[in-house]
């Protein structure tokens, strides 16, 4: 229980901050007509003028919490610590602890301020896909070179390592924006992902990443509180691109823990958190190839339109996601837990081969239909 206990007030602070600004920013967004219109595309499945800002409301969570309340908290624990209360003081370790690695956490927050910006013009102006691409590409080598331990080290070639590293960043960016096509659905995934780097990165010693996600948790938590069917307000591509690349980035930096270097099996593991976006990424690309579109336009061909086609609501859909990629995420954690087995980590990709074929079935299925 002692273990769980530090994790609260880190939870806390960026829930409440992006709860408190979440209701201002949307009214802002409305005052400034940045709003999201049914008719603006063929693919928009919500049926009302919705505010976009919530990337925003998430980003305050996640800095004021890191940069003010977390640090006044630590200040005031010592005063009020005990010996019945010990995980007070852990609090205050583990921001310590953040504070020590701020030299190599800090690349990260940078890129992904600047893929937010991008995002943010993108929602107001519109960005075509290849300077979407472009500078998705162009942060994610800037993280790369920034940082090393934000890079994949799965070949003594050091431009493989990049490459696959950039590759990873900039599907994932994409993945996670394209799966915002459902009340809740993107950052509900995105919250859940980083339950998961933030117990692993407890579990290998990464403590400046276990405050990190759970500091995003916290703060997407916050904001779901507003997008959780029926939504009222979105967080647009900002928000989409922006927890795609922190995710991305988490991710790769949990391969690079020693004691699973010598293992590429479980080196590797940390990816398969990002499992469900991925796999969506992957064959909404393929069907939109299959039928002569290009991958980058919006259609309804994703993971979540396909389980609605097959006879689930939109919010059963929506939990069904949240389900899956819980249960996906089991097995990578199990497997690098110090009393776990490394067989764990097989039991993710064979489950996804099973529900690429149940899904592949419901697909013919529901086209034949139509």
């Not at 953040?98 to 893929?115: G, H, N, T």
């Not at 994949?152 to 990049?162: E, Q």
């Not at 691109?241 to 020693?258: K, V």
Request: hydrophobic share 50%; aromatic share 12%.
């Amino acid at each position: 229980m002692d273990s769980i206990l530090p994790i609260i007030p880190i939870f806390l602070c960026p829930f409440l901050t992006t709860l408190a600004c979440t209701y201002p920013i949307r009214k802002l967004a409305y005052s400034l007509d940045l709003v999201d219109h049914p008719d603006a595309a063929p693919h928009k499945s919500h049926t009302k003028p919705t505010p976009y800002g919530g990337a925003l409301a998430i980003v305050l969570g996640i800095s004021l919490s890191l940069f003010f309340m977390i640090p006044e908290i630590t200040n005031i624990i010592p005063k009020l610590a005990s010996n019945d209360a010990p995980w007070l003081l852990s609090v205050s370790w583990l921001f310590n602890e953040f504070k020590a690695e701020y030299v190599s956490i800090s690349p990260l927050l940078l890129c992904s301020l600047l893929i937010v910006i991008i995002g943010l013009i993108d929602d107001s102006h519109g960005l075509s896909p290849f300077v979407r691409l472009i500078f998705q590409l162009t942060i994610s080598l800037l993280l790369i070179f920034s940082e090393p331990t934000f890079c994949l080290n799965v070949s003594a070639i050091p431009a493989i390592n990049i490459s696959l590293t950039a590759l990873w960043i900039v599907i994932l960016t994409n993945a996670f924006n394209f799966l915002d096509n459902m009340d809740g659905l993107s950052a509900g995934l995105g919250a859940i992902s980083t339950i998961f780097t933030g117990y692993i990165a407890f579990l290998i010693g990464d403590f400046s990443i276990a405050l990190l996600s759970f500091t995003i948790f916290g703060a997407l938590c916050g904001f779901l509180i507003f997008n959780l069917p029926p939504a009222s307000i979105f967080m647009g591509d900002a928000g989409g691109m922006g927890i795609g690349f922190l995710i991305s980035a988490l991710t790769i930096r949990l391969t690079n823990w020693d004691a699973m270097s010598s293992d590429p099996i479980l080196q590797l593991s940390p990816l398969l958190i990002a499992s469900i976006p991925f796999y969506d990424v992957f064959t909404v690309s393929l069907l939109r190839l299959k039928l002569g579109q290009p991958p980058w336009i919006g259609d309804k061909n994703h993971i979540s339109h396909r389980l609605v086609r097959m006879g689930l609501s939109k919010q059963n859909t929506v939990l069904t996601l949240y389900l899956i990629l819980f249960l996906l995420s089991l097995p990578p954690l199990l497997a690098i837990h110090p009393s776990g087995d490394i067989k764990w980590i097989w039991i993710t990709p064979l489950s996804i081969i099973i529900l690429s074929a149940i899904d592949f079935y419901g697909y013919h299925n529901t086209s034949q239909n139509e």
